[in-house]
């Protein structure tokens, strides 16, 4: 549990320094490495609450040494995180959702189909945000390379927090979310 946390502030120091790199580095590397980090907690807590509580901790993690880089440079705040409260705490709010839906995937029902194709469709979210001009997160140079990371890593959870058949109902799933993202994103 505390390891979440740790590892959750290890990475959120690396995203501090990679602030200061190329934009296509860093757009892929956050939210993406803390995403990948609360698959893992998700998917190995032994219950519920330990998967509600790690998850909350892995993503507090990288903000906390944010805060600390802010400490040092005022800039490093809105670098890594935003200028908003309001793409902050969505952020957050995906993060940890992914890390419950990664555990409830472990189910062997449909229920545990619809959690792995969840899990995958809002890691899509945030690369079709980075993907439309105009967009609130929008990266120049994002697409097409940022755009097939982004997809490679949603195949690779759909083939690790899916199961057997149901990859095909999983993938369904996270297509439709961003879809949907999609549509709402161009007032189609």
């Known amino acids: 549990m505390l390891l979440s946390l740790f590892v959750g502030m290890l990475l959120g120091g690396v995203g501090a320094l990679a602030a200061y790199g190329p934009d296509l580095l860093y757009a892929l590397y956050n939210p993406y490495a803390y995403?990948?980090?609360?698959v893992v907690v998700g998917r190995t807590a032994t219950g519920f609450?330990?998967?509600v509580l790690s998850s909350v901790l892995a993503t507090f993690g990288p903000i906390l040494s944010l805060l600390v880089a802010a400490i040092f440079e005022s800039s490093a705040w809105s670098m890594s995180l935003g200028d908003d409260g309001i793409?902050?705490?969505?952020?957050i709010t995906n993060l940890v959702a992914i890390g419950i839906l990664s555990y409830l995937a472990k189910r062997r029902d449909r229920w545990g189909t619809t959690a792995a194709g969840g899990a995958a469709g809002l890691a899509l979210l945030d690369g079709i945000d980075k993907t439309m001009p105009g967009g609130p997160e929008y990266?120049?140079?994002?697409?097409?390379?940022?755009?097939a990371a982004v997809v490679a890593i949603a195949v690779?959870?759909?083939g690790s927090l899916g199961r057997g058949?149901?990859?095909?109902?999983?993938?369904?799933?996270?297509l439709v979310l961003g879809a949907s993202y999609f549509v709402f994103l161009t007032g189609l």
Do not use: E, K, Q, Y
């Not at 990266?139 to 755009?147: A, L, R, Y």
């Open 35 to 38: 995403l990948l980090l609360v």
């Open 87 to 91: 793409s902050i705490n969505l952020m």
């Open 156 to 158: 690779g959870m759909l």
């Open 165 to 174: 058949r149901d990859h095909v109902c999983s993938a369904l799933i996270a």
């Open 139 to 147: 990266v120049s140079g994002f697409w097409p390379w940022g755009v």
């Open 49 to 51: 609450g330990w998967a």
